[in-house]
């Protein structure tokens, strides 16, 4: 069973600073790692799609990396602005899952 | 080029009562993936419904059903609604054909609120 994990569940900065959030699962044999943003009370927006050939994706400010061997993924965000206030969430399928497996998210707040 | 759609936005039901959800896929997906998701809480996988089958189940009691119609548009159904069942319900598309990503688009989801 996928299991994912997120880490630090919150956090928070000051304008300007760049943003790391890490995402971990439990089964390596995926074939895509998608990131999404979500805003309160909204659905889910689609950020970066790794296939799982790649090691990493760039769109904009946002580059997420893959390492399959070790279970992680890794989504910089640079120059923060207060705009990206907003919960990040991680989805791995599993196996020969068509589902995906979501960690709980990482809330952001960037300070003004 | 429309996203993936969801109506109603917003619903309340009492204990017992039954509910529908609608979803229509975004233009040029042909797979449709339902997800509850309680507040606080990541995505959880429902099912999803690919040329009119559901393909696959998660953890969910079969209270939940659902159905895919030849235009690809889904609605997912829930029988004899629980407290419990209050939740964010998150539809999402996705192409099956070779040469796609596989990425998935979701709606902005129906709040369901049960009393």
């Known amino acids: 069973k996928q299991e994912v994990t997120q880490i630090p569940a919150a956090l928070s900065v000051p304008e300007g600073e760049n943003l790391v959030l890490n995402c971990s699962f439990t089964d390596s044999a995926i074939y895509n790692l998608q990131w999404f943003r979500q805003d309160p009370g909204k659905g889910l927006t689609s950020l970066l799609l790794i296939q799982s050939s790649q090691r990493e994706q760039t769109s904009g400010r946002l580059n997420a990396s893959l390492d399959k061997s070790s279970g992680r993924s890794t989504l910089y965000i640079a120059a923060s602005q207060p705009g990206d206030s907003a919960t990040y969430l991680c989805a791995v399928p599993g196996g020969n899952d068509y589902k995906l497996s979501f960690g709980a998210g990482t809330t952001v707040t960037v300070r003004a | 080029d429309a996203g993936v759609t969801q109506s109603p936005t917003h619903l309340i039901k009492t204990r017992g009562q039954q509910v529908t959800l609608r979803c229509s896929p975004k233009s040029g997906h042909d797979t449709v993936s339902w997800y509850q998701q309680a507040l606080g809480q990541g995505p959880q996988f429902i099912f999803q419904y690919y040329e009119e089958e559901e393909r696959q189940r998660g953890n969910f009691p079969d209270r939940f059903s659902g159905h895919q119609f030849p235009n690809y548009s889904s609605e997912l159904n829930v029988n004899a609604l629980l407290l419990g069942d209050s939740a964010l319900y998150l539809c999402?598309?996705?192409?099956?054909?070779?040469?796609?990503?596989?990425?998935?688009?979701f709606g902005e989801g129906s709040r369901l609120t049960v009393l």
């Open positions: 999402a598309s996705s192409s099956d054909r070779v040469e796609d990503t596989g990425e998935l688009f």
